[in-house]
């Protein structure tokens, strides 16, 4: 057997995002036990790359791409890749192959997986690591407001799905809740298709050293700092201390860098691979940031809450209900909504006690190997063994 892995973001050279380093340490789980062949866009390039362990299909994006997708046109702004991947593949792929599809938020990837399968009778995970952009959570549409639902696209394509892995409790509910009537997998299955697995952090449990907290206390907030994060509002909540200095790593925003400029407890620091920026955080960062802006995002869970507690770092977090959420008050530090800067303000202050400080690092300490990617990834295992058995069946 054969795991196909479509992946939108996926490091060709030895120079990965957080995004692509990701999807290739996956990548290099995956090959512990199976033989994999990763399939993924060769952006902005003319050449298919073909090798017996990658496909990369080109694809130069164009702004109409997106607003075909907007106004219903396209399934996906990658609709074009998609139509030109399943032209290479559709001979290719043999009917004992799993193809696994990932999702960011866009669908192309299990577009293409559903294609490939009525093509070639394989078997199909779908794996969100972020809830596809334009569905319905909690009343909302996620990411993007100016266009059509998805949520029965989405659907449509799920019909191919033999099994689906989620990255948030939240989600996994909703989306056994929305498609339980319609999905063949879970309508017809007497074992669960829909499972829950946390991504955990990268690489090996840290060794820390600790050190005392800085005399003023350094904040960091370090990664995408979109509106979705809307990691502005720490600003609003606490750049009026002195008793602390707020850090924010990453492409910032203009409105960040104009407040740096005036008020001398904000730093900005340019973004920094991740293996620099792992480091960076392990000697500075007192205390870890982590932000996501509407209640739709609670199906969201960021990779950096994982890094933190392997770094030992305590975390408080503007979020709204959620897995993240509620990981963080269950002992890493402290997560709110933000709309209230004295509540806000009063548990940073209680974070920042020394005993209070020192038990949250304790509690890291002693649940951080339970966290390591490797070691939840186990689960992925037996959800892709027990698919592959089941349709051997």
């Given at each position: 057997m054969?795991?196909?892995?479509?992946?939108?973001?996926y490091?060709?050279?030895?120079n990965?995002?957080?995004?692509s380093?990701?999807r290739?340490y996956?990548?290099s789980?995956?090959?512990?036990?199976?033989e994999?062949?990763?399939?993924?866009?060769n952006?902005?390039?003319?050449e298919?790359?073909?090798?017996s362990?990658?496909?990369?299909?080109p694809?130069?994006?164009?702004r109409?791409?997106m607003?075909?997708e907007?106004?219903g046109?396209?399934?996906?702004?990658?609709?074009?890749w998609t139509?030109?991947?399943?032209?290479?593949?559709?001979?290719?792929?043999?009917?004992?192959?799993?193809?696994?599809?990932v999702s960011?938020?866009?669908m192309?990837?299990?577009?293409?997986?559903s294609?490939?399968?009525?093509?070639c009778?394989?078997?199909?995970?779908?794996n969100f690591?972020?809830?596809?952009d334009?569905?319905?959570i909690?009343?909302?549409?996620?990411?993007?407001k100016?266009?059509v639902?998805r949520?029965q696209?989405?659907?449509?394509?799920?019909?191919?799905?033999?099994?689906?892995?989620?990255?948030n409790?939240?989600y996994?509910?909703?989306?056994?809740?929305?498609?339980r009537e319609t999905?063949?997998?879970?309508h017809?299955s007497i074992h669960p298709?829909i499972?829950?697995?946390?991504r955990?952090?990268?690489?090996?449990?840290e060794?820390?050293?600790?050190k005392?907290?800085h005399?003023?206390?350094?904040?960091?907030?370090a990664?995408?700092m979109?509106p979705t994060q809307?990691?502005?509002?720490?600003i609003?909540l606490?750049?009026?201390r002195r008793?602390?200095?707020l850090?924010f790593?990453?492409?910032?925003?203009?409105?960040?860098?104009?407040v740096?400029?005036t008020?001398?407890?904000i730093?900005?620091?340019?973004?920094?691979?991740h293996?620099?920026?792992?480091?960076?955080?392990?000697d500075?960062?007192d205390v870890g940031?982590?932000?996501?802006?509407?209640?739709?995002?609670?199906?969201c869970?960021?990779?950096?809450?994982?890094e933190?507690?392997?770094?030992?770092?305590?975390?408080f977090?503007?979020l709204p209900?959620g897995?993240?959420?509620?990981?963080?008050?269950?002992?890493y530090?402290?997560?709110?909504?933000g709309?209230?800067?004295?509540e806000a303000?009063r548990l940073?202050?209680?974070?920042?006690?020394?005993e209070?400080?020192?038990?949250i690092?304790?509690?890291?300490r002693?649940?951080k190997n339970?966290?390591?990617?490797d070691?939840?990834?186990e689960?992925?295992y037996?959800?892709i063994d027990?698919?592959v058995?089941a349709?051997n069946?």
């Amino acid at each position: 057997m054969r795991i196909i892995y479509i992946t939108r973001t996926y490091a060709l050279d030895e120079n990965p995002s957080n995004c692509s380093g990701f999807r290739n340490y996956t990548v290099s789980l995956l090959r512990k036990r199976y033989e994999v062949v990763v399939v993924t866009p060769n952006y902005g390039e003319t050449e298919t790359i073909r090798k017996s362990e990658m496909v990369a299909v080109p694809y130069t994006f164009r702004r109409h791409d997106m607003w075909l997708e907007r106004i219903g046109l396209y399934d996906d702004y990658l609709q074009r890749w998609t139509d030109a991947t399943y032209k290479v593949l559709e001979n290719e792929i043999r009917p004992d192959d799993l193809i696994m599809a990932v999702s960011g938020g866009e669908m192309a990837c299990i577009m293409l997986a559903s294609r490939l399968k009525d093509k070639c009778g394989c078997k199909v995970i779908v794996n969100f690591h972020d809830p596809v952009d334009a569905t319905n959570i909690k009343g909302k549409q996620t990411a993007i407001k100016i266009h059509v639902p998805r949520d029965q696209k989405l659907g449509k394509y799920l019909k191919s799905a033999n099994g689906i892995i989620t990255c948030n409790e939240m989600y996994r509910d909703i989306l056994i809740h929305r498609y339980r009537e319609t999905l063949p997998c879970i309508h017809y299955s007497i074992h669960p298709c829909i499972h829950n697995v946390y991504r955990g952090f990268r690489g090996e449990p840290e060794i820390i050293n600790r050190k005392n907290k800085h005399e003023i206390v350094h904040i960091v907030y370090a990664g995408t700092m979109s509106p979705t994060q809307g990691a502005e509002r720490f600003i609003d909540l606490f750049g009026d201390r002195r008793d602390i200095e707020l850090i924010f790593v990453g492409n910032c925003s203009d409105a960040v860098k104009e407040v740096a400029r005036t008020n001398n407890n904000i730093k900005t620091v340019a973004a920094l691979p991740h293996n620099k920026y792992i480091e960076y955080i392990k000697d500075t960062a007192d205390v870890g940031l982590v932000a996501l802006n509407g209640e739709e995002y609670g199906v969201c869970v960021p990779s950096k809450l994982f890094e933190l507690i392997n770094l030992e770092i305590p975390i408080f977090g503007i979020l709204p209900d959620g897995d993240a959420k509620t990981m963080i008050n269950n002992g890493y530090g402290y997560a709110c909504e933000g709309n209230d800067k004295a509540e806000a303000n009063r548990l940073l202050d209680k974070l920042l006690t020394d005993e209070e400080y020192d038990s949250i690092r304790d509690k890291m300490r002693a649940d951080k190997n339970d966290w390591q990617m490797d070691k939840l990834f186990e689960k992925v295992y037996r959800i892709i063994d027990e698919v592959v058995d089941a349709n051997n069946q």
